[in-house]
Structure formats: C-alpha cells, structure tokens
Nanobody
Framework: VQLVESGGDSVQPGGSLRLSCAAS????????MRWYRQAPRKEREWVADISESGSSTDYAGNVKGRFTISRNNAKNTVYLQMNSLKPEDTAVYYCYVSMPPYWGQGTQVTVSP
C-alpha cells in the first residue's frame, strides 16, 4: 500500500490550494478515505472523510464550508480543495486509509502574509 500526497505550498491568507493523494497497492474504490493534518507542536487532527463512492463526505467544524474532499476512483486519487485559507490551516496534511491504517508521507501547507 502506498499513499503519496502532493500539492502543498506556501500561500497568503485567503488563497487556495488543491492537495492530491495518489493511492496504490489496494482496491481504492472499496475504501473510504480521510485527510488529517498536524500543525507544529499540536496533535494530528482529522480534517475530512469521503465514502467509497464519493457520495458521502464529512468535515471538521473548523474547515467546513472552506474545504472540499473529492475522489476519482478511475485515477485512484483523493483530493482536498482548500479555499479561504487561514494561517491556522498551516500544517502537514496527510492522506489516510484504514485497512489496517496506512498514512502518506504528508505535504506541507503554509499560510502566511
């Protein structure tokens, strides 16, 4: 199993980024996927879920309305569209699947003026 995140960058507050997570080594369309993030000196926190088909999503309260999780099962990829970014969104963002649990290596998002 391999999860490879990409798309992290440094942006100004109010900006947007789209993260991608390319999955391999398992039947991607059979598993729900998650994004987590970990800010400096803080515990890792859950950000968003998406069901196997993509028909159901869920978000942490502090990103709801700003972030959108989606997936393309034909490309074995899950995405996180992040809009209206705030400095408190600065973190390493991780892709996750529970099958048993696997994590990607993470991608850094920095939001600063």
């Amino acid at each position: 199993v391999q999860l490879v995140e990409s798309g992290g960058d440094s942006v100004q507050p109010g900006g947007s980024l789209r993260l991608s997570c390319a999955a391999s080594g398992f039947t991607f369309s059979n598993y729900a996927m998650r994004w987590y993030r970990q800010a400096p000196r803080k515990e890792r926190e859950w950000v968003a879920d998406i069901s196997e088909s993509g028909s159901s999503t869920d978000y942490a309260g502090n990103v709801k309305g700003r972030f959108t999780i989606s997936r393309n099962n034909a490309k074995n990829t899950v995405y996180l569209q992040m809009n209206s970014l705030k400095p408190e969104d600065t973190a390493v963002y991780y892709c996750y699947v529970s099958m048993p649990p696997y994590w990607g290596q993470g991608t850094q998002v920095t939001v600063s003026p």
